[in-house]
């Protein structure tokens, strides 16, 4: 999903005021759900309409959504959800701010696609309705919330605020047939490229991806990605970041069209390698290449790899705003979207293709079964592999140092 921080003006403007503003009237009962027992939030639901705000830039995404998850909820729960397509998460942040400004306590929103930056200024400013994790039945039974990369949403404490819908993580996408023995490491990455002048490299950040890509060579060439999860001053941010920026440059004169320009998206990044201009792209999906493969735009042989070092990963989320006029049927919802099958469902790259939020070891030995006979294709690595290869995402303080150095330091060289 996409993760932008709002302007800064407008940000400026809400921190002066968002010190005057307590929790909205008119939730404090809403809020009485959090006591009542699962059945009756289950009752309150049924009958009622739900409105998911979620980025809608993926049709397979989309087609999830709509296809298989809705007419699911309503059938078994009575609960009829409206997916609410938005180009950036960061609108429906920029949405509540305004409307608690406003004191405007019942919106439209009863379910949010976040995390990142968005959850960390949600959070903040008091967005977000309660700790509502823990009374979710599929969550308690399924989800482990004790691991780093759930319990840390891009190193914020996650307090029940947010419920896990799924794990995203970096990987990077070939040609077989052109690129016989893949790089294990940003350092054989480096030596690869040298050899194959014009024909790898990536997209400018901020583009996600591309800040992706260089918060994956920060980690590999000042020590590893340990000492940035609680952040860093910048002082010693800068000294660490030297070593960085003298790979990053050292690459340039071998990447696509001598580092002269680099492509201004992951969809500008995609076209390269479809046409054959580059033999490698990247992409914070996992399952990504697979779906491409099936779309007919990237060739057959297109395969995925991750470092021996591990790859960033990081779960996405679903929350309720604090204004929500239906945080029941938004519970009833998280809960059916948690369940292992509509997990499962969503983790076949028929359908979504993404990783699960849920813990393998917790589910019955019939979804055991499933998730082990489950066909993702060659294109996509198996999980196994990709959770030995997980190191968790940093916090949006260390992403804004890195965007502002490469501007700085590799950009402006």
């Excluded at 959070?123 to 309660?130: A, D, N, R, S």
């Excluded at 482990?144 to 759930?150: F, G, L, M």
Aim: net charge positive.
């Amino acid at each position: 999903m996409k993760k932008r921080m709002i302007p800064l003006l407008f940000t400026v403007l809400v921190l002066v005021l968002g010190g005057c503003m307590g929790p909205s009237e008119g939730t404090t009962f809403s809020r009485s759900l959090l006591k009542k027992p699962w059945e009756e939030v289950v009752k309150q639901a049924k009958g009622t309409d739900i409105r998911l705000y979620m980025w809608g830039g993926d049709e397979s995404i989309n087609r999830y959504i709509d296809e298989w998850a809705a007419p699911r909820l309503k059938k078994q729960y009575g609960v009829k959800l409206e997916r609410v397509p938005v180009s950036d998460t960061q609108d429906i942040i920029n949405k509540l701010l305004t409307e608690k400004q406003a004191g405007k306590n019942k919106g439209t929103v009863d379910l949010i696609w976040i995390n990142g930056e968005n959850f960390h200024t949600a959070k903040e400013q008091k967005l977000l309705w309660g700790a509502f994790a823990d009374r979710i039945p599929n969550v308690k039974r399924y989800v482990n919330r004790e691991t780093p990369d759930i319990r840390l949403d891009f190193g914020e404490e996650t307090q029940g605020l947010e419920v896990p819908w799924g794990k995203a993580q970096f990987v990077f996408i070939y040609d077989r047939n052109k690129v016989k023995n893949p790089p294990k490491s940003m350092a054989e990455l480096k030596e690869w490229v040298r050899n194959h002048p014009g024909k790898f490299t990536y997209p400018a950040p901020p583009d996600f991806t591309g800040s992706a890509f260089v918060r994956q060579a920060l980690f590999e060439t000042t020590g590893g990605h340990k000492q940035y999860v609680r952040g860093m001053e910048d002082e010693r941010f800068n000294r660490k970041a030297e070593k960085l920026w003298a790979y990053l440059n050292d690459l340039e004169p071998y990447l696509w069209r001598e580092g002269k320009t680099y492509p201004e998206s992951l969809a500008k990044l995609d076209q390269l390698y479809a046409n054959g201009e580059v033999w490698m792209t990247m992409g914070y999906d996992a399952a990504r290449a697979a779906g491409e493969i099936r779309k007919g735009r990237f060739p057959e042989s297109t395969r995925t790899f991750v470092l021996d070092q591990g790859t960033l990963s990081n779960t996405h989320y679903l929350s309720i705003p604090f204004n929500a006029p239906n945080p029941a049927g938004a519970m009833v919802a998280t809960h059916f979207l948690l369940s292992p099958d509509a997990q499962l469902t969503k983790m076949d790259p028929d359908h979504w293709g993404e990783d699960m939020a849920l813990d393998p070891e917790r589910l019955s030995k019939e979804d055991q079964a499933r998730l082990k006979n489950m066909d993702r294709g060659e294109a996509i690595l198996p999980s196994d592999k990709l959770a030995k290869h997980r190191i968790p995402e940093v916090p949006a303080s260390v992403v804004n140092q890195l965007e502002k150095g490469w501007k700085s330091h590799v950009a402006k060289k």
